[in-house]
Each structure stands twice: as C-alpha cells, then as structure tokens.
C-alpha cells in the first residue's frame, strides 16, 4: 500500500502558484519523498525528491516540514501544460525498494 | 536524455495468445522495472530486473513473466493473454539504488479480446 495520503483533486488558475499537499505520517529516517507527475497517454515524469531539506528545481519547489510527516510540492506559475495527475510517493534507497504509487492528485488548470 | 522507449503505444490481442512486450533504454541503467496502471488503481509493480537475467517479482506477479537477456532491454511475457490482463503497461528504469529518479517509457496500451 501506498504511504502517502494526497487530495484526490485540485483546481489553479493559469499563472497562479500551485500547492499540492501530501501527508507522509509514518516516513521513516532514511526514506525520501519524491513527486512524480502523469500527463495524460504519457508515462510519469519526474519532478523533484528531497529528505528533509527543502529543495528547487527549474520545475519546481519541495516543501518539507520539520517533522518530516508531510509535504507541499509547489508549482510557482502553473501553465495549462502542467495539468496532470502528480503523486508523492516515499521510498528508501535500499535495493530491491521500487517506487509505489499511490492515487495521486489530479491538477486541474484553467484559464 | 534518458530514454526508455516500449515496443508498441497500442496492441489488441486475442485471449490465450502470446504476447512479448519490449522495453528498451539507452543510459546502460542497472535496474529496469515493469509496471501496470489501471483506472482507480494506481500503478502496479509486476516485475523488476537489477542486472542482466536476474529477476525479482513485483506485487502482482502472476500471469506475467519476464525476460532480460541484455542489460538495455526487459521483456515482459503474457504467456496466455486473458481479458483481466488489459493495461495500460509502464516500463521504467533506474541508475542505481541510491536516491536515483526511475525513467519511464510512454507505456503500451494492451487490449486483450
């Protein structure tokens, strides 16, 4: 079962910053949290994965709370491309510990 | 660029044939992996390979084998189609198994008859 719990949906206006919230209660010390994101008829696609510091990319931003037991993955100027189904997904960098994906949030984003 | 490519974007067959889906990356990654997604379910590990002809089962392994005779290509092996095996079947892989990104291909869309 996937250990991440993420909203089933989310709506953003073109342009505007896009939060999408994951909750990872029972993260382990040595496991990572990593965002993936579906466009449709496509395979995933990675975004951006990080421990507990925050972390950015030319893609996005990772939020991280202290405690470790949830995320916000942050889309700054969504574009009507950026509609997908992302996922949170925590996993551990020991061999044979393949990503589980869970449901995911399906983002919406309008003009 | 990574790339991954799979065989086939869409393949009908018949129920109790045979069917090879193949997989293909250029980045001499070690680990490949075959998944499959299905509407309300998420994606779903069927099988993983960390080197050539080594394999290990996924969650979902039954109905399903695998073959990795070259380190850039995994196949995956419908051994008798059955209309329960229609997906949309993901393959990906991965450099190593520190805190690497796993690649996915586009995926093949299997419908089975």
């Known amino acids: 079962d996937a250990k991440t719990t993420q909203p089933t949906s989310m709506d953003c206006a073109e342009g505007r910053a896009a939060n999408l919230p994951c909750n990872h209660s029972?993260?382990?010390?040595?496991?990572?949290v990593y965002w993936y994101r579906q466009i449709h008829s496509q395979g995933p696609q990675y975004i951006i994965h990080?421990?507990?510091n925050n972390e950015t990319n030319e893609m996005a931003s990772l939020i991280i709370t202290e405690d470790r037991k949830s995320s916000t993955l942050i889309l700054p100027h969504a574009t009507l491309r950026d509609t997908a189904v992302y996922y949170c997904?925590?996993?551990?960098?020991?061999?044979?510990?393949?990503?589980?994906f869970g449901k995911g949030t399906t983002l919406s984003v309008s003009s | 660029d990574v790339k991954v490519t799979q065989s086939s974007r869409y393949l009908v067959k018949r129920t109790g044939e045979k069917v090879f889906l193949e997989c293909v990356q250029d980045?001499?990654?070690?680990?490949m992996f075959w998944y499959r997604q299905d509407p309300g379910l998420g994606l779903r590990l069927i099988y993983f390979?960390?080197?050539?002809?080594?394999?290990e089962k996924g969650d979902i392994p039954e109905g399903y084998s695998v073959s990795r005779e070259k380190k850039e290509r995994f196949s995956l092996i419908l051994e008798s189609a059955s209309t329960n095996q229609t997906s949309m079947y993901l393959c990906?892989?991965?450099?190593?198994?520190?805190?690497?990104?796993?690649?996915f291909g586009p995926g093949t869309r299997l419908t089975v008859l």
């Open positions: 997904i925590v996993r551990g960098n020991q061999a044979g510990t393949a990503l589980i």
């Open positions: 029972t993260i382990s010390g040595n496991e990572y």
């Open positions: 990080g421990l507990k």
């Open positions: 980045m001499d990654h070690e680990n």
């Open positions: 390979s960390y080197d050539v002809k080594m394999k």
């Open positions: 990906a892989s991965l450099e190593g198994w520190g805190t690497d990104t796993q690649y």
